[in-house]
């Protein structure tokens, strides 16, 4: 031997493009880390890294089918001021 360490082949842990626009499809679509890695064949620590790295969350967002608001009063009764106090 020379001395010199051998690399490793790390062909096995590219990332196609395929597998990153899948990557960002499910973690909008809300799944949890671990489904993510189930489907992409990864570990959920390779799924948090790549997905910092290409900055997309993988917090679980709350969805509002009609308005997207958060204190959007839910009857004609409720005002506004009312919506914020709660």
């Known amino acids: 031997m020379s001395g010199r360490k051998m690399r490793r082949k790390v062909t096995d842990n590219v ?9 960002r499809e499910l973690a ?15 570990t959920p620590s390779a ?5 910092g790295l ?4 993988l917090r679980k ?13 839910r009857n004609e009764e409720m005002s506004w001021e009312s919506a914020s106090e709660n």
């Open 61 to 73: 967002r709350e969805v509002q089918a009609t308005t997207g608001m958060m204190n959007y009063p």
């Open 54 to 57: 290409h900055g997309i969350s």
């Open 28 to 42: 909008e679509a809300g799944a949890a880390t671990e489904v993510i890695a189930a489907h992409l064949g990864r």
């Open 15 to 23: 990332w196609s493009t395929d597998a990153v626009r899948k990557l």
């Open 47 to 51: 799924i948090r890294n790549k997905a």
